[in-house]
DNA sequence: GCAAGGTC
């Protein structure tokens, strides 16, 4: 020790107990460390003496486990119906510690009072940073005169943990910002399309999940839907997949060596004519004469050092093995220390790294034992140094075994497996790569050319370990360059090309892995959160299929023209994250732009919710349950409820048009305003009314139907329903409120209220200017159109209304003003109970039934995108119409049959 | 009741 000042305590944070528990051992050299307690039973301090550039300190070392922080959105806007979904992208949000952490913050509070430094050892990647801070936010609460340390470190190795503490850094807000950018972007996004599609659909169509409908909940995340998105998009690939026929020609020839089978260089034809007159060629000069002659080594390589996914694939392909069970089995393994830290990105050893300790550890073992020893005889020659696989997360090793096992007894049969499988695996990263020795013979018959191909195993090596990866040999006669046989068997096969398979879990893993959907320790949750939501099912072979409501949900994007089940997204926010860890954007920024078009897009949606509709409807029956009064509604608050005093007032629309302010405290509080019934649209503005109290009183725009108010009113009104409003109050008088629903005489149209019976007044038609009705239900006009019209039951050329397909009641004609469709005429049911729809354009298809009738132009499932499936998987082949043996060749007409000429001098080719 | 990210 030098300076010999006096010693100072210092705070060590880890991301984790087993890193506390390695760096305290490491920075100690395991000489004077004390262990003991903290508040939390997983997160130990550890203590000892330490010298930093000359500073005596006294090192406590503990951890957390992950972030400390939850990010959630403020009370009141917590309660699913507390807004309207599209305010979750301002409504204000807060961090807060939940409650399975508190110990771990009271332990870093206390611990932090009574020391100098603080230094954090969190993982060294965005999130790692990011937990840094929340740390930080913790400790300094409670001690602001702390000295903040960042060590940064890229291997628990000794060398690397030294020199990390002697070198401590400052922490780097950027990265923390770019994750905290992250959180608010996924939380905002997730929640508000969660509640709107699950509000709006949920409760609208018999959805035969196996959970109570009640409690089902469509999800939407924004890593969820893309890995979704993947399984759909293959699904509708495969539906759309048309089988083709192709041609090809097939050779073998066997000789007293054996059998030697060749294929033709040309793959195979789809044009049959040019592939007859190919093969015609051929048969009438059948005899093959060898152009080639070629002998390789070849080498088949083991793989590269294991990582999370990478295990997870291999798992699911040799176990089947689901990726959160492969998690939950290797977390299981590792905490009893068996394996190393199974989430991690790295497949790369670095090189301070004792491999032949590891190799030696298993010398032992009853079945690889063997194979060990032998790797670490020098004059075996089968050790090799691993492969780089080219990823690093700079925290992590390759997942390799730690500790020796030939089986513990509280293991079941998948614990054996996975240890087996890192076993072997890490046996099979250091050792040589197999060599097979490869003869290829090339033919000419005709003018067209053959091959055939043979392999001989010279050296499994690695291969005798990793008994999950075989190399397929096979022994072909030997040719010589310009030697000359006749084919024994020449045909022409025929055969149809077939769709490509369901996705596999290794193949979804892998579409995540490239896309960048999730991170290596949460990708095979999102695939989880697949099936628990039902979008997704996953067969005995591992393979995924959509179900109705996955591919319901994905299609009533896709047919809004939104890619919001694509990678892209994510990908989107990715990029933008790298640019705030950067420096070239700012949090705010990226905030603000992304938010912006994530609302725009969900707004869009709101007014596109049809699409989905229509898309749920081609896969489930319409819901006969009584649509409780809050779905289907906008919700917006407008004011604290100033009868019940504890819930708000907001704004709905019932679903037969009709406006009202309500409490949400219903039916505890019955509290409620009813708007007037001549209005067509009304949103709650930011706008305060300065003088109802108490304050915030809510304005609402209002916009009302042009015949259906007086002429001196304005169409647009900026309103407040707080009693000062002497418009809002005439035109109630006016117009009457809620007047229009029992007058549409349908059965199930619930009474009307007690508040809204005591303000339906005496009522003038604006329409016909008589008295007892308003002009929403005046026998001469329809749908408030028009009041010339009047209702026929028929549909003719230009007409305003049409039976209701499937309930009989009318359908009035609407323009759309969407985004997408806006000027689109459509027809839409106008029973409440209904939701019928279908574009003007697409009538005649529609009439033919409900399921064709969706705006998408017929399209139903199978017919989306989809690649044709010309050349992309070759099927079975299938009939031989000429064989050749020995030298006897027979052969007859491939179009008529006839043995006495080939098809392309057939006389019948042309009829 | 909602997301995704850490981790026990």
Redesign the pocket.
Known sequence: MSGGGRAIAVLNVA????VAKSVATILSRNQGLRVREGR?R??KIFEFDYNIRGQPCRMLVT???????????EER?????SCD?AD?YRAPVRKFV?Q??LD?KRTLEEEARRCQWLVLWL?C????EN?AFEVIDICTAVNHRLTIKRARFSALIEREIHASVQNLVNPNKRFAEA?DA???I??R???????FQ??LL?DAFVIDSATDD????L???????P?LGFIVERFWEIQAHEPEEFWTINCSHRSEEGLATFNWTRGHLFDYTCAVILYEMCVEEPSATVTKVRQQEKHKYPPHPLNTIELEKRASRYFRMSSEHTMKVA?EL??AGFIS?P?TETDNFSSGTNLHAIVQEQLEHPVWGPYAQRLLEPGSGLWRNPSNGGHDDK?HPPIHPTKFSAGENNWSQDHHKLYELVVRHFLACVSQPAVGAETTVEIDIAGEQFAASGRVIIAKNYLDVYRFESWGGSVIPTYLPGQQFVPTTLTLDSGVTRPPPLLSEADLLNCMDKAG???????H??IK?LLD?FYATKDHNTRFSPTNLGEALVMGYDDMGYKLWKPNL?SMMEFDMRAVSEGSKSKAEVLETCLQQMKACFLDAKLNKEKLFEAMAVFFERSNRPVRDDQHATVEVVRLCQLCKQSNMVLKQSRDGNFMVSCLGYPLCRNVVWLPGSLSEAAVTTNVCQSCTPPPVHMIQFKFRRLEIPPNYNVDHLGCIGGCDDILRQLIEICGTGSRMPARGQGSTPLPSAAQRSTTRTQVCTNCRQIGHSVGDCPSQVSGTSNSRTRRTTPQNGETSIPCSTCGALCALRTANTATNRGRKFYSCQSPECNFFVWEDNLDSATGGRRNSSGTSGRGRGSHGGTRGRGSHAGSHGSTFVSVTGDAITGRCYACGDPSHFANACPNRNA
Not at 15 to 18: D, F
Not at 189 to 195: D, K, L, N, P
Not at 214 to 217: A, F, M, P, T, Y
């Open positions: 991301e984790k107990p087993s939390s997983y997160n951890s957390v486990t992950g972030h400390m922080m939850e990010l959630e959105f806007y917590r309660k699913w119906h979904p979750l939940p399975d952490k771990i993982d990647d965005r999130e790692g937990i994750v992250r959180q608010e996924d939380l996004i997730g929640a508000s399309f969660t509640r699950t509000m949920r009640r409690n089902l909940v999800s939407y995340g924004p890593c969820q839907f890995t977390e590792y905490q830290y989430r925290a959907i999730g991170t290596d320790a949460t990708m949750d999102h959160k939501r994510r």
